[in-house]
């Protein structure tokens, strides 16, 4: 009898932090792709929740 790491505080914060980098990530690729569809700036940023630098960044990737 033992532990799972999902019993763990320390596998559920990490967990999380994985979730939330999961969701920022669709974020940015759902604002590269508005991007490469010409959508403007604003609804980008209504549509993601991005700042207007954060997609200025990606748009120089």
Not at 4 to 9: A, E, F, K, N, Q
Not at 10 to 27: D, N, V
């Amino acid at each position: 009898m033992g532990l799972s790491l999902g019993d763990t505080s320390f596998a559920k914060f990490y967990k999380r932090e994985g979730i939330k980098e999961g969701k920022e990530k669709g974020k940015q690729e759902v604002a590269v792709n508005l991007l490469e569809l010409g959508v403007d700036l604003e609804t980008i940023i209504k549509a993601t929740g991005l700042t207007s630098t954060e997609i200025e960044k990606l748009k120089k990737k």
